[in-house]
């Protein structure tokens, strides 16, 4: 059983920043991807972010030079730092992790961004 709870999400304007986190817990200690996406109303889920176990890291194309992840092996934890918040970044943000045989996500945390 693996639990994967997401946290830091909220209202904030453009140009702010938020940390969301992602903690994973359970009988899997060790994920060879851990990766954050999102999902505005009406459209499809998108990567946002992933890092894998050695370090490497993968942005869409739309956050790059904003958003940086990160992540504690020992903690088993995520991060997302999101900085220079956009409207258009606004959307449901969820964590996944992968431990090579299958994806384990998260339910989610809303990151609103309006003035």
């Known amino acids: 059983q693996v639990q994967v709870v997401e946290s830091g999400g909220g209202l904030v304007q453009p140009g702010g920043a938020l940390r969301l986190s992602c903690v994973v817990s359970g009988s899997i200690l060790r994920f060879n991807v851990m990766g954050w996406y999102r999902q505005a109303p009406g459209k499809q889920r998108d990567m946002v972010a992933r890092i894998r176990d050695g370090g490497i890291t993968t942005y869409a194309d739309s956050v790059k030079g904003r958003f940086a992840i990160s992540r504690d092996n020992a903690k088993n934890t995520v991060h997302l730092q999101m900085n220079s918040l956009k409207p258009d970044d606004t959307a449901v943000y969820y964590c996944?992790?992968?431990?090579?045989?299958?994806?384990?996500w998260g339910q989610g945390t809303q990151v609103t961004v309006s003035s």
């Open positions: 996944k992790v992968n431990n090579g045989i299958r994806d384990y």
